[in-house]
């Protein structure tokens, strides 16, 4: 357990715990308000995140940004994103079950610290983990589920809607899903915003 976010952020920056320790360029520890109230996870850094050490900066990540700006959330303001595992698969593999097994104490304590009210899960891999392992994205996304007292919702990982764009309403359907939840429980979120916008779909 971790006294502050600060230094969990300075432990997980220098871990090797793993072989992915070997093979990174950055850890990828996450972005955004640590104060959020709403938080996403992925599934572990690709190419891109491992250049840059952040999370959903491809063109996915662009893509994610513009859904998260269709209900008035942005990743520097009242949100954090994080991932699974911090270090990137070699090839964009599948993390192994042990690099999870290492991995997982920070993304623990990460939510332990934030104490989000709303956890959104992106991607299969992120919302069998968080929600249920048998967790079906084509079935189950926009469903809320409550667990230790966070509100969770699985939905379409980015790079899986670049691939096949049929998903995207379904996928903006689940953003509005998301700020009705917002709206019920941590209105608090969108302080700041005078009007909210009506939502467009990327
Ligand atoms: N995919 C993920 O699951 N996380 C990232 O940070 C980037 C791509």
């Known amino acids: 357990m971790y006294s502050s976010f600060e230094e969990l952020h300075d432990v997980c920056m220098n871990c090797k715990n793993c072989p992915l320790a070997s093979t990174r ?22 190419e891109n995140e491992d250049l840059q050490g952040e999370p959903f900066v491809g063109r996915g990540g662009k893509l994610l940004d513009r859904y998260l700006a269709s209900v008035d959330l942005d990743r520097s303001k009242n949100i954090y994103i994080g991932n699974m595992v911090k ?21 623990r304590e990460q939510i332990r610290l934030i104490e989000p009210k709303i956890i959104v899960c ?9 929600i249920d392992k048998n967790f079906k994205v084509t079935k189950q996304h926009g469903q809320w589920f409550q667990k230790d007292g966070i509100w969770m919702m699985g939905t379409f990982h980015p790079a899986a809607l670049l691939r096949n764009p049929a ?12 700020r009705d939840k917002i709206l019920e429980v941590c209105p608090g979120v969108y302080d700041g915003i005078e009007v909210l916008g009506t939502p467009v779909q990327p």
């Open 122 to 130: 992106l991607g299969r891999i992120a919302s069998c983990y968080m």
């Open 25 to 46: 360029n950055h850890v990828v520890f996450g972005v955004g308000n640590p104060n959020a109230e709403v938080m996403f996870i992925g599934e572990g850094p690709g």
């Open 167 to 178: 998903s995207k309403p379904d996928a903006f359907s689940d953003m509005l899903a998301l």
């Open 87 to 107: 270090c990137r698969p070699p090839k964009n593999r599948d993390p192994l079950p042990e690099e999870v097994a290492q991995c997982e104490g920070y993304l």
